[in-house]
């Protein structure tokens, strides 16, 4: 197949607006695919002449054409909770996210919201995204097989959580151990699957618990962690009282191994500078889940001030559903924006587009394969109309360069914008 459209490609993160070395843009591009993979990216009269005259030919132009979004941090069985009505995150957990992810027990429940799921991340763009499941085995079996069918590179772990949670809601160390090792032997490795090990955070954990999580990624080292980490000030207090004999929050993770360039903590947004410190030199991913953020009113996360430190920290960026409020990797990123406006802080619409492709391909360690247009990974890309809407196409009237029409796309749009996904070489959104 070869797509003929505007194409974009990021090549490391832009340093400023007109940074334009560190993106590949083709006003008349080329996009040649083969067996999914892509075989060739260019102008599009040079990868014309390269392929072979009986190839299929798909005209996207005048959208523009960019790497699949990944998303790095939300719940798959929270679709049920977006825009639940709660005063913060420990109401939210136990007045309506708790009770909703008991019904995962179910595997046909399971199966029929995994199915929902993945129809909305490819109805937002959404290529590749990092989720939680339930403390259910069966939820995970329904992630992954749902993953495997429609051939999306999925990261996902059955969430491990032994306490302060409702029966029917945990597993001991024990099961949560067993099931979580099952879960990586029956789907991890299988198609694109990633199987992440997943103590949902500290407070729903006991020590004994961690212990486990801890075998788990010695024995694993290779396999991503994921989990909460100061998100709010009643959180962090109780993990206090809960790990009395650590530094402070970050250190009941680092104290069983769980700090390392595998390792995604959402959230982040309360840490010290000891805390940020040790982040860095593990080189462990702090998630920005900005929607969330705001409507838990959590905090606002120092995106900028956390990359510019004298030790970063690596960061991804990620909707949170069901505590985010939209799948859509573009309004996420419209509200980062809008939160570094009120920390004085200016995210250009280069650094944006490139947080919601290659940034997050490398937050999750996967930038070989996703989050780019160069010949040898796989074609995952998204199809993007920055005059989807009305009000786009007028704005759009007047919008005279590339940074500008990004900046547009992300201030005014959603699926809407979205006109077509492909995972692996094959159309997804229009056979929804
Ligand atoms: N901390 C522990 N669990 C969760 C969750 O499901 N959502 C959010 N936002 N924070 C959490
Ligand atoms: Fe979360």
Redesign the pocket.
């Known amino acids: 197949m070869l797509v003929r459209a505007r194409l974009l490609s990021f090549l490391r993160r832009p340093q400023a607006v007109d940074d334009r070395s560190s993106y590949r843009y083709e006003e008349d591009g080329g996009l040649l695919v083969e067996d999914g993979r892509i075989v060739a990216f260019g102008p599009y009269a040079d990868v014309r002449a390269g392929a072979s005259g009986d190839v299929e030919e798909i005209d996207h132009r005048p959208h523009l054409v960019l790497p699949g979004l990944v998303d790095t941090h939300l719940?798959f069985p929270?679709m049920q909770?977006i825009g639940a009505y709660a005063a913060d995150?420990l109401e939210?957990?136990n007045t309506h996210?708790f009770p909703e992810?008991c019904r995962f027990v179910e595997s046909a429940h399971a199966a029929r919201i995994a199915r929902h799921f993945y129809d909305e991340l490819i109805r937002h763009g959404t290529t590749t995204a990092a989720a939680?499941c339930s403390v259910h085995k069966a939820s995970a079996d329904a992630y992954f097989a749902e993953a495997l069918a429609r051939g999306m590179c999925m990261v996902g772990g059955k969430?491990m959580m032994d306490r302060n949670a409702p029966q029917g809601l945990t597993d001991t160390p024990g099961t949560g151990y067993d099931e979580t090792r099952a879960v990586i032997a029956e789907w991890h490795g299988k198609g694109r699957n990633h199987v992440a090990i997943t103590p949902?955070?500290a407070?729903?954990s006991t020590p004994a618990q961690m212990d486990a999580a801890a075998a788990l990624a010695r024995e694993f080292p290779d396999l991503h962690i994921q989990?909460?980490l100061s998100?709010?000030h009643d959180?962090i207090r109780l993990t206090a009282e809960l790990y009395p004999d650590a530094l402070d929050y970050t250190d009941v993770y680092a104290r069983y191994g769980l700090l390392g360039p595998k390792s995604l903590f959402?959230?982040c947004i309360h840490l010290s500078e000891r805390e940020a410190d040790a982040m860095s030199e593990a080189g462990a991913v702090a998630v920005h889940?900005p929607t969330?953020n705001l409507f838990?009113g959590?905090g606002l996360f120092a995106l900028k001030a956390f990359m510019r430190r004298e030790k970063p920290l690596r960061v991804g960026l990620a909707t949170?559903v069901?505590?985010?409020t939209s799948y859509s990797m573009l309004k996420t990123l419209d509200e980062a924006y809008k939160i570094q406006q009120l920390l004085g802080e200016r995210l250009n619409p280069l650094e944006s587009f490139h947080h919601m492709t290659l940034g997050n391909a490398e937050a999750l360690s996967l930038a070989d394969r996703i989050g780019t247009l160069e010949p040898g990974t796989d074609a995952d890309f998204v199809v993007l109309d920055a005059a989807a809407t009305p009000a786009m196409a007028l704005r759009m009237e007047v919008v005279r360069s590339l940074a500008d029409e990004l900046f547009l796309l992300q201030t005014l749009g959603d699926d809407r914008a979205v006109r077509e996904t492909y995972v692996a070489g094959r159309a997804m959104k229009s056979r929804l």
């Open positions: 719940h929270q909770v995150l939210w957990l996210t992810e939680f969430v949902r955070f407070i729903t989990t909460h998100e709010n959180e959402g959230h889940c969330s838990l959590s949170d069901g505590g985010g």
